[in-house]
């Protein structure tokens, strides 16, 4: 995947919102120090959080936030998939649909109802789904919210014509790396660090609690084994399927680990 | 028949649409369109276990995921009858202050300031005054940067939990910051002295003002909730004065006061209402540059933040000065079945929380009244009052000072349920 434009003229940049909190799109803004370089190394043609001046497409790579939850995000996550030549998911919304995929697990109009007097005048799909279930993506950034730098990292890469250099090894390893004691052994906390997607820096095993997953299923992770390691640990029942089923739940790695937890925690409430 | 349309009223949180309709120089109707998808927080809620809540709330928000963790752990506090130690409370506090900071610098600069100097955005910006952007994203990045220090990240943090923090933050990273906030307090006063350089549109409402008020400091956690009215509750009452209410046009719902008045939360509520709690040297960036309150035009929010800025800066400086934190970081926390409510304020304004728990410690019931939610119905009479002038400008400026004045408010779509897309129609003569 390369950026090398065919003309002089800089790669067009398109930032788009789905549904989702916005906290990807801010890590762009976030990034204080490389963020007026990132203005001048690519025209950022559309996005509509930083800017009122939309350049018509097509683009050369479009980031997309939030996941698909009404019939008009359907449609237009194909019309964005044939304005951009690259299509990156950004967060865990786009990546796997995000915390609003917990509806998946449910009846979407049940929630409805909890929220809305009038669920009536609301448009909106039974699912959450990641961007992948509806076109075709290039490349996928995970992370509630992404990190900054993985994001800079893969414009650069963009820029220079490589591939994006990613964290290859799970939370886990990032623990070992921080010399972060480990919060499963020393304290028996619930933790999904063996089998999620690096890239944070270990932050909730660092801060003393156990991993949440906000980073998605990472692609080597044993699960079995994870479920039976976690479910000795659960404090209630059902406390590992909770933690599986978040913010990444709907992954498919996420989901069927959730649905095994579940059982094994059964299992164990019926000795 | 004339008609304004303009593709996206940019520069705001979420996506949503402005409707003016007009006919013989009077307005038809205002409307303040949200498309931001639902996503049914307080449904999915029920059932989760109660120390997840500041995990999954902060994601209603990418912008002010802090002020959703507060106030939820604050209410499922209460709900639990259980009261956090004072280091806590002050550490809380301290990454508050990080972000007002973040997110106040983040709409003074780049997403108001544009509206005020002729820009599409920042981005333009820097190209004309390449200083004032680098100093905005450095005042941003040092509220972010608390944040970072205290939960690890700034989008999204990890350390807040109900009854503490999972751990107390090093102290030597926050000390370290000290020399980068001492230069951000005397650029946020720099701030205050631009601020009422700017040229402010028009336009003097007579507002109901609401706030979090505390006596003994800027209300931020804590405290009563004062009206401009006089009217004073308890955080308990709440719902008992402000209703929320569905409208077919929007995905977010709508709130007045109990006697079906639109009012006003945010930054010029809480600098009108708790002025006094200032801290000095936001006391004396106000009068310096001869601020006279109560301010009752809402393009003039940029100002109250600045204020808000050298206030916030001189408390985390303080803050971190005092920083030694001793015993648990945490309360150790008991089950029981309860209710109980919270609210804090959010850079734009009080956000309540409400949840009902059950002896497990899972949630049984969700209520999140986000400030958006509270000043839509306010923006949209707003909007109003601004038509006559509108009438008078040209189709661009008509449609940039309503596109502004929705901007003034820092409206955060996603949290109210998204894209503002303006549409102003002339229905007949003008």
Redesign the interface.
């Known amino acids: 995947m390369t950026l090398t434009p065919k003309h002089h003229s800089k790669p067009k940049l398109a930032v788009y919102?789905?549904?989702?909190?916005?906290?990807?799109?801010?890590?762009i803004?976030?990034l204080?120090?490389e963020?007026?370089e990132l203005?001048g190394a690519v025209d950022?043609s559309y996005f509509?959080?930083?800017?009122?001046?939309?350049k018509p497409g097509p683009y050369d790579v479009g980031l997309v936030e939030g996941s698909v939850?009404?019939p008009?995000?359907a449609e237009r996550i194909k019309q964005v998939r044939n304005e951009c030549k690259y299509l990156v998911a950004l967060g865990t919304c786009a990546t796997a649909g995000?915390?609003?995929a917990?509806?998946n697990f449910?009846k979407?109009s049940?929630?409805?109802?909890?929220?809305?007097?009038?669920p009536e005048?609301?448009h909106?799909l039974e699912t959450?789904t990641p961007l992948s279930a509806h076109v075709t993506v290039d490349l996928d950034i995970w992370g509630?919210?992404v990190n900054k730098y993985t994001v800079a990292e893969v414009i650069a890469a963009l820029l220079q014509n490589r591939r994006p250099n990613f964290p290859p090894s799970p939370v886990c390893l990032e623990c070992k790396r921080n010399g972060t004691v480990c919060v499963v052994v020393a304290q028996g906390t619930p933790c999904l660090g063996p089998v999620v997607h690096g890239g944070?820096?270990a932050?909730?095993p660092?801060?003393?609690?156990g991993c949440?997953g906000?980073f998605g299923p990472s692609s080597q992770g044993n699960f079995n084994s994870l479920v039976k390691m976690l479910t000795p640990l659960e404090h209630?029942p059902g406390?590992a399927a909770?933690l599986l089923r978040?913010?990444a739940g709907y992954a498919p790695a996420f989901h069927k680990a959730a649905d095994e937890a579940l059982k094994a925690s059964a299992e164990k409430e019926a000795k | 028949m004339k008609t304004i349309e303009v593709?996206?009223l940019?520069?705001?949180?979420?996506?949503g649409g402005l409707y003016i309709g007009m006919q013989d120089g009077k307005t038809v109707e205002v409307r303040l369109d949200i498309?931001?998808?639902?996503?049914?927080?307080?449904?999915?809620l029920?059932d989760?276990?109660l120390q997840?809540v500041p995990?999954?709330t902060a994601?209603?928000?990418?912008?002010c995921?802090v002020a959703y963790q507060m106030s939820s752990v604050y209410a499922l506090e209460n709900a639990l009858g259980i009261k956090v130690t004072p280091e806590v409370r002050r550490l809380r506090r301290l990454m508050y202050c990080g972000e007002m900071i973040e997110s106040h610098a983040?709409h003074i600069y780049?997403l108001q300031a544009?509206d005020l100097l002729g820009q599409?955005?920042?981005?333009?910006l820097?190209a004309v005054a390449?200083e004032v952007?680098?100093n905005a994203?450095?005042l941003?990045?040092a509220g972010?940067a608390i944040i970072k220090a205290i939960?690890?990240?700034?989008?999204?943090p990890?350390?807040a939990?109900v009854g503490g923090?999972?751990?107390w933050p090093d102290a030597q990273p926050l000390k370290a910051l000290l020399p980068e906030l001492e230069w951000g307090l005397e650029a946020a006063r720099e701030c205050v002295k631009w601020s009422v350089t700017l040229p402010y549109p028009e336009l003097e409402i007579d507002y109901e003002f609401v706030a979090l008020h505390h006596p003994d400091e800027y209300g931020v956690i804590e405290g009563e909730i004062w009206s401009s009215t006089g009217h004073k509750i308890s955080i308990a009452d709440y719902e008992k004065s402000y209703i929320e209410?569905?409208v077919?046009h929007s995905?977010a719902?709508h709130s007045h006061t109990k006697a079906g008045k639109p009012y006003l939360v945010g930054p010029l509520a809480r600098l009108n209402l708790n002025h006094e709690q200032l801290l000095p040297k936001a006391q004396k960036a106000m009068k310096d540059a001869r601020i006279k309150l109560p301010l009752r035009n809402t393009y003039k929010s940029l100002i109250a933040r600045a204020v808000e800025l050298v206030h916030f800066y001189e408390e985390a400086i303080a803050l971190i000065n005092a920083y030694a934190p001793e015993g648990p970081a945490h309360t150790e926390l008991q089950f029981k079945a309860g209710e109980g409510a919270g609210a804090t304020e959010a850079p734009r304004g009080l956000l309540y929380h409400r949840y009902k728990i059950d002896e497990?410690?899972r949630v049984q019931f969700a209520k999140i009244t986000p400030p958006t939610a509270q000043n839509l119905p306010r923006i949209e009479a707003d909007i109003e009052k601004l038509v006559p002038k509108l009438l008078k400008m040209n189709h661009e400026q008509a449609t940039l000072t309503a596109?502004h004045l929705v901007r003034s408010y820092d409206p955060c779509i996603?949290c109210a349920t998204?894209?503002l897309k303006l549409k102003i129609e002339n229905v007949g003569h003008a």
Do not use: M, W
């Not at chain 1, 509509?48 to 001046?53: D, F, L, V």
């Open positions: 919102k789905f549904s989702s909190c916005d906290g990807c799109q801010l890590s803004l976030n204080e120090d963020l007026l203005a950022i509509i959080e930083a800017t009122r001046t939309v939850t009404t008009h995000e995000g915390i609003q917990l509806r449910t979407a049940d929630l409805a109802v909890k929220v809305y007097p009038h005048y609301l909106y959450s509630c919210p944070c820096g932050l909730c660092g801060s003393g609690r949440y906000c209630f406390e909770l978040n913010f | 593709p996206a940019a520069r705001v949180e979420g996506e498309y931001e998808p639902p996503r049914f927080f307080e449904g999915f029920v989760r276990y997840e995990d999954i994601r209603i928000c990418g912008i995921p983040l780049l544009p599409p955005s920042a981005l333009d820097a390449p952007v680098r994203l450095r941003k990045k972010n939960g690890g990240r700034s989008v999204h990890v350390n939990c923090f999972y751990r209410q569905q077919r995905n719902l497990h410690g596109e996603s998204h894209f």
